[in-house]
């Protein structure tokens, strides 16, 4: 079986896309395929033909999607994700109150449209460090051994 992953982002700094980037890294090693989207990029129905559904975002305000999120956020409301697996991720500031709010908001988007939260959250502190970069990796690895084995 081929797991077949969606991962779309949103990415103000670059912070998001490269920790998309790295899971999406390790999703590849661990076997799986995978689509890397921006978010103006992406339709909301593209969801639905993919196996795995990773979504990302940077948290704005105090602890909201960011704006070219919300169209994308309210559109979901038409899916039915029940048979998906999927996990949120995004970069985080440990600064603010709400750390990784966005994030937050999107998994439980997810789980609301009947989709599998099959990890927890990954939330990173600004740009992925080293140890960072281990963590974005073998959240891809963990992500297919879900797919692969639920």
């Known amino acids: 079986m081929n797991?077949?992953?969606?991962?779309?982002?949103?990415?103000?700094?670059?912070?998001?896309?490269?920790?998309?980037?790295?899971?999406?890294?390790?999703?590849?090693?661990?076997?799986?395929?995978?689509?890397?989207?921006?978010?103006?990029?992406?339709?909301?129905?593209?969801?639905?033909?993919?196996?795995?559904?990773?979504?990302?975002?940077?948290?704005?305000?105090?602890?909201?999607?960011?704006?070219?999120?919300?169209?994308?956020?309210?559109?979901?409301a038409q899916l039915n994700l029940t048979n998906k697996i999927a996990a949120a991720f995004g970069s985080c500031d440990s600064s603010y109150?709400?750390?990784?709010?966005?994030?937050d908001i999107l998994e439980k988007k997810l789980a609301e449209l009947g989709a599998d939260i099959v990890l927890e959250s990954l939330k990173i502190d600004l740009s992925p460090t080293a140890t960072g970069i281990e963590q974005c990796i073998k959240f891809g690895h963990s992500f297919v051994e879900k797919l692969l084995f639920s």
């Open 3 to 76: 797991a077949s992953c969606l991962i779309v982002y949103s990415s103000m700094t670059g912070n998001t896309e490269e920790i998309a980037n790295l899971i999406g890294e390790g999703i590849q090693e661990t076997g799986g395929s995978v689509t890397i989207k921006d978010i103006l990029e992406v339709d909301v129905t593209d969801l639905q033909d993919y196996d795995g559904i990773l979504l990302g975002a940077y948290t704005w305000g105090d602890g909201e999607l960011p704006d070219e999120y919300l169209d994308f956020y309210h559109e979901m």
């Open 97 to 103: 109150e709400h750390r990784g709010g966005a994030v």
